[in-house]
C-alpha cells in the first residue's frame, strides 16, 4: 500500500498528466465530431460506412497523448534523477512498475471511457443528419448493440494497452524524447509502412501482427470476415505488444543501475 500511496501522490500533485488526460478524452471527442460531421451518405448513393468506426476515428489519435502520459510518468524521473530516490525507498524495482502501471491503466481506463462515451453520443446525434439513417440501414449508435458496445469498450481497452506498452518502453530506453519518439513510431509508422507494401502477404501480415493495425480491429463492425484478424485477437496482439515491453523494462529495471 505504501507504494501505491507513494507513486499516487507523486502523480497527482502534478498538473501536467492530469492536463494530458482531460486532452486525450476532448480530442477523442472532438476528432470524432468531425469524422462525424465531414461523412454524408447522399441519397442517390450507396453507403458502406463503419458508422461506430467512425465515430471513434479520435482514438488513433489520442492514443498519442496516452502514450506521451506513459511515458513521463517514468522518464520524468530519471531525468529528474528522483528515481533514485524512488528505488531507495521502493527497492524492489518490478513492483514500483507495476504499480506505476496499475495507476496509469486506472487513469487511462477513465478518460478514455469517458472520450469514447461522449463520441458515441455525439455520433448518435449527428449521423442521421448526414444520411445515416435507419431508413437506409443505418440504426442510431446505441450502447444497448453488442458490436458498437464491443467497439465502445475495446476502443478504451485499446489506449490502456497502448499507455502499458509505451510504459514498458520508457522502462527500457529511460530517456524521455527517444522513449516517447520510439512509442509513436511504433503506434504510427507500422500502419503507414503497412500502406505501402506492394506485396500481399507481407502487406497482411503487417496488418495482423502490428499493434495499431491488430488493436484498432476492434472498433469494426461491419464486414468482420473481411478483416485481416478478428477484432478481439487483434486486441489481443496489442496485449502481447504491451507485456513484452513491461516484461522487458521490468528486466532492465532489475538489472540495471537506478
Known amino acids: 500500500m505504501s507504494v501505491i500511496s507513494a507513486e499516487w501522490t507523486k502523480l497527482r500533485t502534478v498538473s501536467g498528466p492530469s492536463w494530458l488526460l482531460a486532452a486525450a478524452a476532448a480530442l477523442t471527442v472532438a476528432l470524432g ?3 462525424d460531421a465531414a461523412t454524408g451518405c447522399p441519397a442517390n ?3 458502406r460506412v463503419d458508422t461506430a468506426k467512425l465515430t471513434l476515428t479520435g482514438v488513433e489519435f489520442s492514443q498519442a497523448i496516452v502514450a506521451i502520459i506513459a511515458v513521463l510518468m517514468i522518464s520524468s524521473e530519471y531525468s529528474t534523477g528522483m528515481i533514485g530516490v ?19 491503466s486506472g487513469l487511462v481506463l477513465a478518460a478514455g471511457g469517458v472520450g469514447v462515451l461522449l463520441s458515441v453520443l455525439a455520433g448518435r446525434a449527428i449521423l ?3 444520411g445515416f439513417t435507419a431508413v437506409r440501414g443505418y440504426l442510431p449508435l446505441s450502447l444497448g448493440d453488442g458490436p458498437v458496445l464491443r467497439a465502445a469498450v475495446g476502443s478504451v481497452l485499446y489506449l490502456a494497452l497502448v499507455g502499458l ?17 520510439l512509442a ?6 507500422f500502419p503507414i509502412v503497412a500502406s505501402f507494401i506492394g506485396n500481399p502477404t507481407w502487406q497482411h501480415r503487417l496488418e495482423r501482427y502490428t499493434p495499431t493495425n491488430a488493436g484498432l480491429a476492434i ?14 485477437v487483434g486486441l489481443g496482439v496489442l496485449a502481447i505488444w504491451a507485456a513484452v515491453a513491461l516484461l522487458g523494462g ?9
Open 219 to 232: 472498433q469494426a463492425t461491419t464486414g468482420l470476415r473481411h478483416l485481416p484478424i478478428s477484432p478481439w
Open 128 to 130: 442521421p443528419g448526414h
Open 184 to 189: 509513436l513510431g511504433v503506434l504510427y509508422v
Open 86 to 104: 524512488t528505488f531507495a525507498a521502493m527497492p524492489r524495482r518490478c513492483t514500483v512498475l507495476a504499480v506505476k502501471a496499475a495507476i496509469l
Open 250 to 258: 521490468g528486466a532492465l529495471l532489475r538489472l540495471r543501475d537506478a
Open 45 to 47: 448513393l450507396a453507403c
Open 33 to 35: 465530431v468531425a469524422a
Open 165 to 181: 506498452m509505451s510504459l514498458g518502453i520508457a522502462a527500457i530506453v529511460r530517456d524521455s524524447a527517444a522513449a516517447i519518439g
